[in-house]
């Protein structure tokens, strides 16, 4: 069955620390996203990629780099850590915006914590 | 840039009673499809109806949405709310613009009390 699958679901690491959240698509979509979610901000773009070695910068990229490896996977690097960067993450993947029909297909999050 | 916008952060409702949403939109585009995404707690979010047409109603899971260019709206119903429908719900803009990505609007947490 085509998923989109996040790991770790939960993470805790302490301020300045090196965490990566990753992400593993089977639906054979070209383009993943990065959200985070924050109550009264919905949910905002951090990075996005078109395909294997591809990365877009999205509206909210301070304090995250991303990297696609395969069509299949997509990381989000949070190199030196804050308290701010404590949110719920999702991934996404859709076909070509192009046609038209960007539904995406979400992840089931993963929940960081920075103390 | 385009923008949604949902001004309602929290919908509280007693179970039965009618349910509307509000969303917005901004874009300069005439072909923008407007999408509403729901999710669960502790559940991944999906999509729950999409239009791109102008004066059509689309309907899923007994909600539905009419896109309507004149007011750029898109405001998501129901008849009757039910328990199950407690959830956040995103409404969401997609156009050449933005190369097709999603422009989710701030979210609204609806709540339905028994």
């Known amino acids: 069955e085509a998923a989109v699958t996040q790991s770790p679901r939960n993470k805790v690491t302490v301020t300045g620390g090196n965490v990566t959240l990753s992400c593993r698509q089977t639906n054979s979509h070209n383009y993943m996203y990065w959200y985070r979610q924050d109550t009264g901000h919905g949910l905002r773009l951090i990075h996005y990629s078109y395909g294997a070695g591809n990365l877009q910068i999205g509206d909210v990229p301070d304090g995250y780099k991303a990297t696609r490896t395969t069509q299949e996977d997509f990381f989000l690097l949070l190199e030196l850590a804050s308290p701010s960067q404590t949110s719920l993450y999702f991934c996404?993947?859709?076909?070509?915006?192009?046609?038209?029909?960007?539904?995406?297909?979400f992840g089931s999050g993963t929940r960081l914590l920075v103390i | 840039g385009d923008s949604v916008t949902q001004k309602e952060g929290l919908v509280t409702l007693t179970e039965g009673l009618p349910v509307m949403l509000n969303c917005t939109y901004q874009t300069i585009y005439s072909n923008a499809f407007l999408f509403w995404y729901v999710h669960y707690l502790n559940e991944s979010p999906r999509l729950l109806l999409k239009s791109s047409t102008d004066n059509k109603r689309t309907e899923h899971q007994g909600f539905h949405a009419t896109l309507h260019k004149s007011s750029s709206s898109f405001h998501l119903q129901k008849s009757s709310a039910q328990l199950s429908d407690s959830a956040l719900y995103y409404c969401a803009l997609s156009d050449l613009y933005n190369q097709g990505k999603l422009i989710f609007g701030q979210g609204t947490k609806l709540s339905i009390k028994p």
């Open positions: 996404a993947s859709s076909h070509s915006p192009w046609t038209g029909h960007s539904d995406y297909t």
